[in-house]
């Protein structure tokens, strides 16, 4: 455990949080929410969960992703107020 | 779906290996990190990167509605018979010591759970692809 490299992960990771839920479009902030889960695999890896971590990195960043673009193309991008 | 030469061809080379590593996370989840659900997901990964170039009508050539339900019933029922063999001689649900004790074979047990690892990996990459067939068909118009 580097807690330098760990510092710096976490805060990056409360920033992408942070982005994601306040980001207009829908686009962006699923996007947004794979960088997310790509950090969140590094943390999980570093604090030697790797069978986590590979979940986190399949399902988190590869999954949803696409779940979400496929439901988004269905409806508008971003809201009209 | 635009016709994109760049995407198509990137995605025909990677497809292989994709879905050879999620064989290889099947195969290595008794011994090491991955398992059936991680490798299942991994190989749904690889008809997901199909759908995305190829467009969803070609893969349901490869695989339909039928193949997934056939698939995903096969993977659960391998996956209970190991774990009900094991109450055939007297154990517990997946208690497979026991198989290896009475039969005598070694590494017996290693092999049963490949197997039920095996049967789980079938299930979770067929309902995975299901999930996103429903998601994703438009019923036909581009999206």
Known sequence: MIWELDFALLLFMICCAIAAITVRDLLHATIILAAYSLIMTVLWAEMNAVDVAFTEAAVGAGITTVLFIAAISRTRRSSSD | MRENVVIRTVSRLAVPF??????????????????????????????????????????????????????????????????????????????????????????LHGILIDIAEAGIGITVMAIMISIIYDMADTGGESA
């Open chain 2, 18 to 107: 994709i879905q050879l590593f999620g064989l290889y996370v099947i195969a290595h989840g008794a011994s090491g990190p991955g398992g059936g659900f991680q490798g299942g997901v991994a190989f749904a990964a690889a008809f997901i990167l199909m759908i995305i170039a190829f467009g969803i009508a070609d893969v349901r050539k490869r695989i339909n509605n039928r193949g997934i339900m056939i698939f995903s019933i096969f993977g659960i029922a391998l996956y209970a018979a190991v774990g009900l063999l094991s109450i055939l001689y007297a154990g517990n649900f997946l208690q497979l010591n026991v198989i290896e004790a009475a039969l005598g074979i070694p590494h």
